[in-house]
């Protein structure tokens, strides 16, 4: 039986109430017991206590042998205990650090909710509020809102992409140690699909006839009453045969080109639509940060530009602070058209 084991593990296997190990020794301590000839020397102990524990129960042996055995399992079943005990309070210390974290992320997120409305209203923009999922404790999970009015779509789409959050709980373990949590929200801005008026030029169409095809007998038209309609730039074709009419295959067939059509605009819209929400989703991790907002140093710094901010809660109240940061990504855009055309 290894006494040094035996210490360390009596060590770093705190009552989880005390809240004694910090997210560093956490860290260190896992990587101990995941060590393999640590992993090995516990399997070892355990076995022996198992073997211990069969030969007790067989009960063939001398009184001093089966002290030595008791001893022995013992001080086996001390260390399979301290092992147990660390391992449940590093679960359960995980546990505690995803609560903290989601906690950050659910008041920020509210934050920026409440950011975006006064900047709405900053702006006289009408908000609509789609869907508004509350968390606990004064929080939110998601919303969805619609915003319309001037210019909206051409002030909000840089809004798109990954806002950190740097702070310090303000309760709690992480509170009294000025511990300072990092957390992500993911804002994702797309444009109203604008409705379609599909309109056909005569001189983008060919239009063909034939006869229609049949099983024979009367079914068999003998005039060329079938229609067949090609949209040329889009190289879509549409064809009718159901009347005898020429003219009922005619308007049959240029309906149903019309909902093709229709059809593959509204697909490009639904793909482009799909194209910007994954870009400004993407993988949600903090590299992919477009701004930070950190509470403790009482700033917001937007890396696209570099632009930093001063006054945090006077930012997140939505006002000209947002509108100066806005207006100079929108320089920086236009300048990039300028050297992209040059």
């Known amino acids: 039986m290894s006494a040094a084991l035996m210490r360390i593990l009596r060590r770093v296997s705190p009552r989880l109430q005390t809240v004694r190990i910090c997210r560093s020794n956490s860290h260190k301590t896992e990587d101990f017991l995941k060590n393999e000839a640590v992993q090995r020397r516990i399997k070892r102990v355990m076995d022996e206590q198992k073997s211990i524990t069969a030969r007790l129960e067989r009960g063939q042996m001398t ?32 546990e505690i650090q995803t609560l903290i974290h989601r906690d950050i992320c659910q008041q920020f997120t509210r934050e920026i909710f409440d950011m975006y409305q006064g900047f709405a209203c900053y702006k006289h923009w009408d908000f609509e509020v789609c869907n508004y999922t509350p968390a606990d404790y004064g929080g939110l999970h998601h919303a969805a809102v619609r915003i319309s009015g001037d210019s909206v779509f051409r002030w909000l789409r840089f809004e798109g992409g990954t806002h950190r959050v740097q702070r310090i709980p303000e309760v709690g373990l992480s509170s009294r140690m000025q511990r300072i949590h990092t957390g992500t929200v993911t804002v994702i801005v797309l444009p109203q699909p604008r409705e379609v008026d599909i309109h056909i030029a005569a001189k983008d169409l060919r239009i063909d006839t034939f006869r229609s095809r049949g099983a024979g007998g009367q079914s ?73 907002y950190n509470f403790s140093q009482d700033r917001v710094t937007d890396h696209r530009v570099g632009h930093v901010t001063r006054d945090i809660k006077g930012f997140l109240r939505g006002g000209e602070d947002l509108e100066d940061l806005i207006r100079i990504l929108q320089e920086k855009h236009d300048l990039l058209r300028l050297h992209d055309i040059s």
């Open 220 to 292: 068999v038209n003998t005039t060329d009453s079938a229609v067949r309609v090609v949209h040329l730039p889009t190289g879509t074709v549409s064809e009718c045969q159901q009347f005898r009419s020429q003219l009922k295959n005619r308007d049959t067939a240029l309906r149903v080109l019309r909902a093709r059509l229709y059809q593959c605009i509204m697909g490009q819209q639904r793909e482009q639509t799909h194209s910007a929400r994954r870009q400004q989703v993407g993988s949600r991790c903090q590299s992919d940060r477009i701004r930070t």
């Open 63 to 94: 009184e001093s042998d089966r002290r030595a055995l008791n001893q022995t399992l013992v001080e086996a079943s001390r260390v399979i205990n301290a092992f147990e005990k660390t391992q449940l309070a590093l679960r359960e210390l995980a």
